[in-house]
């Protein structure tokens, strides 16, 4: 059996009952079911979010303790990233084989240990080790829980209802910031991988409450489970608003089970060719500004401005804030101005301002906090409206892979984003630093004006067949 085939050869009515599958969805207005599944998996995406940056505010300890030198600690800040572009390939293939939900619970199992034993490691070569292991746990959940969201989710409004549950990992990347903010200093890193363990209880929960997707059941050739499984789903949301659902509309065509291309060789077939390239770019372009800036800015204000630790951390974590604000604004406006205006326009804005703050030179630690800070609205809003737009441009039966090869894309970018914006900070050339960001920032805004395509309000069967 193929990764991608289905369990059993389809019958005539279980191709009707997959066709079926998205008009019932889009039946289900928003309800209390809706927001208990987003707030689940959102938790597990958020602590996700949380294990990601606490190296970066580990790291003025971890180099005092360990004698690090430059080039150790870009090593240390990017053998995660390493980890989290194979998670991501790998989760990808392996939720398209055996379910979205048994993969989200069992990256955040394995996350969880791995935190809880970086708070006990003796030495950099096994904190370096685990935090490979960490990383392939958050490459691996992160683009699955996207996909999951996206399938559980009707065509009307459904940028607004993913991106606020999106909001959770940026969410994490500040609170994460606001705790190591305070904890550090206080009691040290080891504290906060010790507290970021914690969270692995939610792989129970995950399991017990989490229904596994019916468009993925159906494409797999488990069409009675995916019937039953869309049945209890319609009876929870009937109980949640206490009326009865609207009937159910026209269903729309569906690819047969093996008749579309599927796998890796399916991404580079047909349409899927140029989204495949163009989301790659994005999600490159995008994290590679992200990562590039805020995984060195904690250290750039201490060494270079002088700054004590916890205003270093301090200063960070306000860009980290503005970027959150970034991320509502652009899950506010997805819909109406459509997913290519926002991540062009947003792309843009980063490139302009900081182009602007390598022109004013960047002098002192207020000046770059007031740009970095804007341009992290503009980036964390692009970033964030990258996890809506994937899986919508790919079909059920490669749609974790397609969001996977975007979330390697972005590990490649958050890896080489730190090493480059660490030799050109080596150099002593602050500057130049903000040249390089901004002028990768505009190449994706350029990729995104004349390539992605336009999915706001158009069912996922409708986009991608």
């Known amino acids: 059996m193929t990764l991608n085939a289905p369990d059993k050869p389809p019958a005539p009515q279980d191709h009707a009952v997959r066709a079926s599958i998205a008009a019932r969805f889009e039946r289900l207005p928003l309800s209390r079911w809706h927001v208990t599944v987003r707030l689940i998996v959102g938790a597990v995406t958020f602590f996700e979010a949380f294990d990601q940056l606490l190296i970066a505010y580990a790291m003025p300890e971890l180099r005092a303790e360990w004698q690090l030198s430059t080039a150790a600690a870009t090593l240390l800040l990017t053998v995660g990233s390493v980890g989290m572009l194979i998670g991501a390939l790998l989760s ?25 034993a970086l708070a006990a490691a003796p030495s950099q070569e096994m904190f370096m ?12 959940e992160v683009p699955v829980a996207a996909t999951f969201i996206a399938e559980i989710t009707r065509s009307h409004r459904r940028g607004r209802f993913v991106l606020l549950y ?51 059941l159906a494409d797999h050739g488990r ?73 060195w800015l904690p250290t750039i204000y201490q060494n270079r401005y002088d700054l004590s630790l916890s205003d270093a951390l301090l200063y960070s974590t306000v860009t980290s804030c503005a970027g959150l604000l970034g991320c509502l604004v652009a899950a506010l406006t997805v819909d109406r101005a459509g997913r290519r205006k926002v991540i062009t326009g947003c ?26 800070s804007l341009a992290a609205v503009f980036f964390f ?20 892979l397609g969001s996977s090869v975007g979330g390697a894309l972005n590990r490649l970018g958050v890896i080489l984003g730190p090493i480059v914006v660490g030799a050109v900070y080596a150099g002593g050339s602050i500057g130049t630093v903000f040249v390089v960001l901004g002028a990768v920032a505009l190449v994706g805004a350029v990729v995104a004006g004349f390539g992605a395509e336009e999915t706001a309000g158009r069912r996922l069967e409708e986009v991608s067949p």
């Open 166 to 216: 999106e909001l959770v990992f940026p969410a994490g990347l500040t609170v994460g910031a606001l705790i190591a903010a305070w904890v550090v200093p206080l009691l040290g890193w080891r504290w906060m991988y010790a507290i970021a363990a914690v969270p692995g209880l939610l792989c129970v929960l995950v399991q017990k409450k989490v229904p596994e997707s019916p468009r993925w």
């Open 129 to 140: 080790g685990l935090r490979f292991v960490q990383g392939l746990a958050i490459g691996g």
């Open 381 to 400: 809003g692009s970033n964030i409206c990258l996890y809506l737009y994937t899986p919508e441009l790919f079909p059920t039966r490669m749609r974790a």
């Open 223 to 295: 069409t009675e489970d995916a019937a039953a499984t869309m049945t209890r789903i319609e009876n929870e949301v009937e109980r949640a608003t206490g009326k009865p659902l609207p009937p159910v509309g026209e269903a729309l065509p569906v690819t047969p089970p093996g008749a579309g291309a599927s796998g890796v060789r399916g991404l580079f077939t047909g349409r899927y060719r140029r989204r495949t390239l163009v989301i790659g770019a994005l999600w490159f372009t995008g994290y590679f500004v992200n990562y590039g800036i805020t995984s």
């Open 347 to 372: 792309l843009g804005g980063a490139a302009a301002v900081l182009l602007v703050l390598a022109w004013l030179g960047a002098h002192t630690p207020v000046q770059v906090l007031i740009w970095t």
């Open 92 to 116: 990808g293939r392996l939720a398209d084989r055996i379910g979205r939900v048994k993969v989200i619970a069992l990256c955040v199992a394995v996350s969880s240990v791995a935190n809880l």
